[in-house]
């Protein structure tokens, strides 16, 4: 697993993983579409991630370093968060209820 999976992997809810996403893919290029839909698998949070960049070559290079697919027209992965929704933070504060998070570039 590299630096950017396990950064990705850290985030606790979905405005976090969606900056991480954006943050990670800035490199790249611009991002065209993005989709995050939470989900529970066995009782644990996963993120979905959609997302479609301006560049073919770069949601290749992407594909490559996140371990992402391909599904139709879009990248797609499953990130598995570290806890389960409504969980306090170190900080003591609920995450955000907000379960799918939409960008549009």
């Not at 992407?62 to 598995?80: F, K």
Request: glycine share 4%; proline share 6%; hydrophobic share 45%.
């Amino acid at each position: 697993m590299n630096l950017s999976q396990k950064r990705l992997q850290a985030c606790t809810d979905v405005q976090s993983l969606t900056t991480e996403l954006v943050a990670t893919c800035k490199p790249y290029g611009a991002i065209r579409y993005l989709r995050v839909l939470m989900a529970s698998r066995r009782g644990r949070p996963q993120a979905l991630c959609f997302w479609q960049m301006a560049d073919a070559q770069a949601e290749q290079q992407l594909m490559a370093l996140l371990h992402a697919h391909r599904v139709a027209s879009y990248l797609v992965l499953v990130v598995a968060l570290p806890r389960p929704w409504g969980e306090p933070t170190r900080a003591g504060r609920r995450p955000a209820q907000t379960r799918e998070h939409v960008l549009w570039m």
